[in-house]
């Protein structure tokens, strides 16, 4: 059947004023010129998250099916229709059981794969990861965790100065994983040689990384000027000053940076007691820091709110639209699916007001209210 979405419909392109999205079933069949007497609506692709941890009070680091459906199900209410469940640093049984409990979620589509955010990460700058757990990379663990998931590993986080880096990230890219670099504390030579690897991303930029310096650029840099790296970046106002926000949005273009939530199980909850892949996090006026040593701690933040944070700092929507949709679904492999409203892709969209606010989202054509 099909259903016509009017409002100011943000394309690839630009804006369409005046605009229509047309579907029929689960697919977009057109997007055109639709005059109306007013702009109505903003109308934007579904939000692709592909960093996240949870939400709503529920978690996908534990590696259990009903708080990560819970979790999904936060997150889709405020915009996001394809996310990727991120899990931190773990022992390699904990990876194993949860590839085996997400897969039948990654099947029906309730996630768009698996994120490991480690094991194979910086000591040095672990952040909010757990120590204990951190170790170098295991093509033997990988092999078995690609291999067990048939298709639910979509990409792994890894510092390329660990030993073996360099060989995961090859045997990681040959089966269609995506290789991101980050929780490193690697030197511009060492990320370029993870770049040249295959590796394209960069996990949350800035953060869990070798700072810039003059005399050595570090990872920063050597991702920033990589053409084939999307970088992620966390546009909550805590993990990034705004600056530092629409600086590196300049220098790589909307097309190469993904924002992302980088969310726990406390967003969208109260302040209080909470916890991230074995350790304590204290949430204080919506920030999440660990209780050990005050680190930041992954974010409350949802996509909506990381829209109307990036448009409100300056970038234009059209561009924060791109980098909460069509760039992110393209660093994971999803765009030819989804990310854009365009002919031909799943019927996704997200109808915000003139505040950005969430009024309505659809999911491959059906509406979730």
């Given at each position: ?137 295991s093509t033997e663990e990988l092999e078995q965790l690609i291999a067990e998931g048939a298709g639910t590993v979509r990409m792994v986080t890894l510092a390329p100065e660990r030993p073996g880096a360099l060989d995961a990230i090859k045997l990681l890219t040959s089966h269609g994983v995506v290789a991101a670099v980050g929780h490193t504390d690697a030197t ?31 990872p920063v840099v050597a991702l920033l000027e990589a053409p084939n790296v999307v970088c992620e970046l966390v546009a909550d106002g805590v993990h990034l000053h705004d600056g530092m926000l629409t600086f590196a949005t300049a220098v790589a273009g909307p097309e190469r940076v993904a924002l992302i939530t980088d969310a726990m199980a406390a967003a969208g ?101």
């Amino acid at each position: 059947m099909t259903q016509r979405v009017t409002g100011k419909v943000v394309t690839p392109t630009g804006v369409v004023r005046q605009g229509c999205v047309e579907l029929d079933g689960e697919r977009i069949t057109a997007v055109a010129e639709y005059p109306a007497k007013r702009d109505g609506h903003w109308i934007v692709p579904g939000f692709v998250d592909m960093h996240t941890h949870g939400g709503g009070g529920h978690t996908f680091t534990t590696g259990d099916a009903a708080a990560a459906r819970e979790a999904a199900a936060f997150h889709r209410r405020h915009g996001t229709t394809t996310l990727l469940a991120s899990l931190v640093s773990s022992p390699f049984d904990l990876m194993r059981t949860a590839t085996a409990a997400f897969a039948p979620l990654v099947g029906e589509g309730v996630l768009a794969g698996v994120h490991f955010e480690g094991p194979y990460l910086s000591a040095a700058r672990c952040g909010a990861q757990n120590p204990e757990f951190l170790r170098d990379p295991s093509t033997e663990e990988l092999e078995q965790l690609i291999a067990e998931g048939a298709g639910t590993v979509r990409m792994v986080t890894l510092a390329p100065e660990r030993p073996g880096a360099l060989d995961a990230i090859k045997l990681l890219t040959s089966h269609g994983v995506v290789a991101a670099v980050g929780h490193t504390d690697a030197t511009w030579e060492q990320t370029r040689a993870a770049v040249s690897a295959g590796a394209s991303v960069g996990t949350h930029l800035f953060n869990g990384m070798r700072p810039l310096h003059h005399r050595e650029p570090g990872p920063v840099v050597a991702l920033l000027e990589a053409p084939n790296v999307v970088c992620e970046l966390v546009a909550d106002g805590v993990h990034l000053h705004d600056g530092m926000l629409t600086f590196a949005t300049a220098v790589a273009g909307p097309e190469r940076v993904a924002l992302i939530t980088d969310a726990m199980a406390a967003a969208g909850m109260p302040d209080g007691d909470y916890e991230l892949g074995g350790q304590a996090v204290a949430v204080a006026d919506g920030v999440a820091r660990l209780a050990r040593d005050g680190a930041i701690a992954g974010s409350t933040l949802t996509m909506d709110a990381a829209l109307r944070h990036a448009v409100t700092a300056g970038i234009p929507i059209t561009d924060a639209v791109r980098m909460v949709a069509t760039t992110p679904a393209r660093a994971i492999g999803l765009g030819d699916r989804v990310g854009a409203l365009q002919a031909g892709l799943r019927a996704d969209l997200v109808v915000l007001d003139d505040e950005l606010n969430v009024v309505r989202v659809m999911r491959a054509g059906t509406w979730l209210d």
